[in-house]
């Protein structure tokens, strides 16, 4: 069973940065429109941001100027680079992403890391 795993959380200070990765756990699993989302404590979970096959972006209006989602389809991952992080982007960070393995797309979830910026 194809798995995403993300790496890359942890705690920050305040105006710090931090970068995601995710990866599916299989080479054959390509990698195709992915996206970056967050949820805090008692909230919904809601979209960062996106890219498409083509590498088209776009960005929640709280991260934009802040965040920077890009993928390297050599190594199959996406990243997610989190600047000036501030206490309000605490929340667990899940990627998810369709995967395509011989003209079949799914859907995945990966498990979700936890960030923690601390004032």
């Known amino acids: 069973q194809v798995q995403l795993v993300e790496s890359g959380g942890g705690l920050v200070q305040a105006g710090g940065s931090l970068r995601l990765s995710c990866a599916a756990s299989?080479?054959?699993?390509?990698?195709?429109?992915a996206g970056w989302y967050r949820q805090a404590l008692g909230k919904q979970r809601e979209l960062v941001a996106a890219?498409?096959?083509?590498?088209?972006?776009n960005y929640a209006d709280s991260v934009k100027g802040r965040c920077t989602i890009s993928r390297d389809n050599a190594k199959n991952t996406v990243y997610l680079q989190m600047n000036s992080l501030n206490p309000e982007d605490t929340a667990v960070y899940y990627c998810?992403?369709?995967?395509?393995?011989?003209?079949?797309?799914?859907?995945?979830w990966g498990q979700g890391t936890q960030v923690t910026v601390s004032s």
């Open positions: 998810n992403a369709a995967l395509q393995y011989q003209f079949v797309e799914r859907n995945y």
């Open positions: 299989s080479t054959i699993f390509r990698i195709k429109a």
């Open positions: 890219i498409t096959t083509g590498g088209s972006t």
